[in-house]
């Protein structure tokens, strides 16, 4: 299951820079970040063979690419396992944006607090793309293997996150975000047509909260709530999620309230955050 989604997000970042002719200035820039996202995502070591394969970059090209990267320390090269990751300058960059630009650090305590609160999983997530990016994470007292990890990008039509924070877009920004949508299925309960995400948005519009029911994962189950501002603006979701071996989706609805009064600190904090100075 989650090789496949691997292959759906790396033809995702397939390059488009790569049809342009070739040449100094944004060109070369936008084929060497596209080629960055196309090794992290491999979220391992790759070698240059693989690339070049995944790529339709030429191999003259790719080469040049990659040795300028490592030389920027955007790239790592090791030479004895003969592979590409990603460098240290990539997560100094990383490690500012997260500060800058990431709801994750001013939303630390109150995902402490829930997850404290109320022995669960919990989750705070932001769109990007249309796909859902894991900015924190908060074990259970009871840890369950699950495909959530900070930083990990997840589908959005079929997790509770997702599905928060799709019902809570504008409607253009919705349509659109839609399109975006690869609707593979991931088990017997994933939402697999537009049509049925549209329905299950419009429902979770409707009751301020989203249901994730073993949609992506089998045994997995959570609520969640977008994260919104004082005049609707998404920041946002944050969710609560659970195994099915030992709760029912009633078990974490009654959690409900403690959830949403988070997410509307969260989402005055952010507003605050985000205001011009």
């Known amino acids: ?39 992290a995502s491999y979220e391992r070591p790759v070698r240059f063979t693989a690339l070049l394969k995944a790529s339709a970059l030429p191999k003259a090209t790719l080469h040049r690419l990659l040795q300028t990267l490592t030389e920027q320390r955007l790239l790592v090269y090791n030479e004895e396992m003969q592979t590409y990751g990603l460098g240290s300058r990539l997560v100094s960059l990383a490690h500012t944006a ?34 859902v990016l894991y900015l924190d994470k908060r074990s259970a007292g009871q840890p369950i293997a699950m495909y959530s990890q900070t930083g990990k990008i997840a589908p959005a039509y079929c997790t509770g996150v997702g599905k928060a924070m799709l019902a809570f877009l504008p409607g253009p920004a919705i349509d659109r975000a839609i399109t975006q949508q690869s609707f593979e299925r991931f088990t017997a309960a994933t939402l697999v047509s537009p049509e049925a995400l549209e329905a299950d948005l419009r429902l979770t519009a409707q009751r301020g909260y989203a249901i994730d029911n073993q949609e992506h994962e089998e045994g997995i189950i959570c609520i969640a709530v977008p994260i ?18 030992r709760l029912a989706l009633s078990d974490l609805e009654a959690h409900l309230p403690t959830l949403l009064a988070a997410a509307e600190q969260i989402g005055k904090d952010a507003q605050i955050w985000q205001a011009p100075s």
């Open 98 to 131: 997260w500060q800058q630009f990431s709801l994750a650090p001013l939303a630390r305590p109150y995902i402490d607090a829930l997850a404290e609160t109320i022995g669960e999983t919990i989750h705070l997530a932001q769109l990007d793309n249309g796909h």
């Open 1 to 39: 299951m989650l090789a496949s989604y691997a292959q759906v997000n790396r033809g995702a970042f397939h390059m488009k820079a790569v049809q342009q002719r070739e040449r100094t200035g944004p060109g070369t820039v936008a084929k060497a970040l596209s080629l960055l996202d196309l090794v």
């Open 228 to 245: 919104l501002g004082s005049m609707g603006r998404l920041f946002g979701a944050i969710s609560i999620t659970g195994s099915t071996a």
